[in-house]
């Protein structure tokens, strides 16, 4: 159990729809991120959220807009997506996203874009 | 950006085997963590190291922080068939107004009973 969860675990969709994914952390952290994860590729980080406010975009197209409505929670919205973005999505969190620490995972939205 | 190097890529062992992997890194890195991820799966936190030099173990898992703050290393010792699955290193360190983790490529691990 890492305390950190995340829906749906699978999701399909076409590149004309619009999805969400959504995480949850129940460890108390300040901090929440989005990595994206593609084979043979290391973790990408895409998004960092301390205290509900957006303190990196890692040069993500506007198609991935993430929202953070407080510390607990962590979305990130779809549309318009392309095959290229079919990977697993994790959600992380951590103390603080300033200082040294471990964040910890979910399980990940396995997402195929057709 | 900064690049870890993890190897090996995969490794094929038999039950019972000791087993090593390494990360390095031209850059120095102030932490260094130690991921496994199942398939299906989000990465689960093995060890995290905070000190040059320091040595932890948990369990059957130990993990070195390198000296130099440029490497790191995890040991397996007896391996059991539910070790298989994929190891990730991970340096940390400030940059900007964040502290980032850069992930290593990851080393695929098989134990053949």
């Known amino acids: 159990e890492t305390g950190v969860t995340q829906t749906p675990r699978h999701l399909v969709m076409g590149m004309t729809n619009k999805k969400s994914l959504k995480c949850e952390q129940h460890?108390?952290?300040?901090?929440m991120y989005w990595y994206k994860q593609s084979a043979k590729k290391p973790l990408e980080l895409m998004f960092v959220?301390?205290?509900?406010?957006?303190?990196e975009n890692n040069s993500v197209p506007s198609r991935f807009s993430p929202e953070c409505p407080n510390s607990s929670h962590l979305f990130l919205h779809l549309h318009t997506l392309q095959p290229e973005d079919s990977a697993l999505y994790l959600c992380?969190?951590?103390?603080?996203?300033?200082?040294?620490?471990?964040?910890?995972f979910g399980p990940g939205t396995r997402l195929t874009v057709t | 950006g900064q690049q870890l190097n993890q190897s090996p890529q995969s490794m094929f062992i038999q039950e019972g085997e000791d087993v090593s992997m390494n990360c390095t890194s031209s850059?120095?890195?102030?932490?260094w963590l130690w991921y496994k991820q199942d398939p299906g799966e989000g990465p689960v936190l093995l060890i995290a190291?905070?000190?040059?030099?320091e040595l932890t173990s948990n369990g059957r898992l130990t993990a070195q922080f390198g000296i130099t703050r440029k490497d790191s290393f995890l040991n397996i010792s007896a391996s059991i068939p539910s070790d298989v699955g994929i190891y990730f290193c991970?340096?940390?360190?400030?940059?900007?107004?964040?502290?980032?983790?850069?992930f290593g490529k990851g080393t695929l691990l098989t134990v053949n009973p």
């Open positions: 992380a969190s951590s103390q603080d996203s300033r200082l040294p620490g471990e964040q910890y």
């Open positions: 460890l108390g952290h300040n901090a």
């Open positions: 959220y301390s205290l509900e406010e957006r303190v």
């Open positions: 850059s120095i890195f102030n932490t």
């Open positions: 190291l905070y000190k040059a030099g």
């Open positions: 991970a340096g940390g360190n400030s940059g900007g107004s964040n502290y980032k983790l850069t």
